[in-house]
């Protein structure tokens, strides 16, 4: 199978959800959800790994646990969907596939999702699963925190929440096709339109509506952390597909976190959707990408 082929699996998934979405402008959050819950399906299932539901800080999720992992290292997974959409069940293969790269434990959040819930409640809970993570005897920087998309945003606001309350940070943030751009005004939105089968200023519009509501300033630091100050953010990798609209997202948080003398690592890989590492275990692009990411969680421990 070349990558071409699999990497349609994606493209294929993201293309058939946006006729869905264009066909059901009116669709009911219940199924909007149960739509997003595929995510999965592009993603091989990791072997030896196992999955244990707990409630971690009040918090519900998913453990995704690889044979002969480290588990005092864990990945504080935030799923992708907008803060709306997504699961821990549509992450966990994923999650599963990172933590088996890396030999760590992942915890994958079901955080409380907008509309319903409205910012600041899916920052709040990464901070009480990570509260509770260092409660239990792991060391703070033993904990990544990891997520895509809207759950990148979170992987990176989780941090610079707890370094706003004084606490100790995580010692890493792992971000895939980070989505931080409140204000829809990325240049990639225009540019990469033709080439992303999912992402579009329209759709990105409505998820901010139900995340933000009419009260929230768009540009609220742990909202948005285009607006926020990096000083002492820990060592911070991302990736993106050269072909998604949210690309310049994660350049413009890799300007701003290296401005302010982050350690950072950005990978753009070429012709790639949204949130590529989806394809993990089908594709040699997704599977070298985690490699990458295998090498550099390393160089930190």
């Not at 480290?70 to 992708?80: I, N, P, Y």
């Amino acid at each position: 199978m070349t990558d071409t082929t699999t990497q349609d699996a994606l493209r294929d998934l993201y293309t058939d959800w946006s006729a869905l979405m264009a066909a059901n402008p009116e669709m009911p959050i219940r199924l909007f959800r149960s739509i997003f819950d595929e995510w999965h399906q592009p993603t091989v299932e990791p072997e030896d790994v196992t999955y244990r539901e707990e409630t971690v800080g009040g918090v519900p999720g998913i453990w995704c646990l690889p044979t002969g992992a480290d588990e005092a290292q864990v990945l504080l997974f935030t799923h992708g969907g907008g803060f709306s959409v997504g699961s821990a069940s549509s992450h966990r293969k994923l999650a599963g596939h990172v933590a088996k790269t890396l030999g760590a434990a992942s915890f994958v959040l079901d955080y409380r999702r907008a509309p319903e819930h409205q910012h600041p409640a899916q920052v709040e809970d990464g901070v009480a699963v990570f509260d509770a993570l260092v409660a239990s005897g792991r060391q703070p920087q033993d904990i990544t925190t990891i997520g895509d998309s809207a759950g990148g945003n979170l992987a990176i606001t989780i941090a610079l929440s707890l370094k706003e309350r004084g606490k100790p940070a995580p010692g890493q943030v792992i971000a895939f096709s980070p989505w931080v751009d409140m204000e829809n005004k990325g240049e990639t939105l225009k540019t990469n339109n033709e080439t992303d089968a999912l992402i579009t200023p329209e759709l990105l519009a409505g998820m901010i509506t139900g995340v933000l509501g009419d009260t929230i300033d768009p540009a609220t630091p742990l909202a948005n952390p285009l607006y926020a100050d990096f000083d002492g953010f820990p060592r911070l990798y991302m990736n993106a597909g050269s072909a998604e609209a949210l690309v310049d997202n994660a350049t413009r948080i890799e300007e701003r976190a290296r401005a302010a003398g982050v350690d950072v690592t950005l990978s753009v890989v070429e012709g790639q959707q949204h949130v590529f590492p989806f394809l993990a275990g089908r594709s040699a692009v997704a599977d070298q990408e985690l490699a990458r990411i295998k090498d550099w969680y390393a160089q930190g421990r």
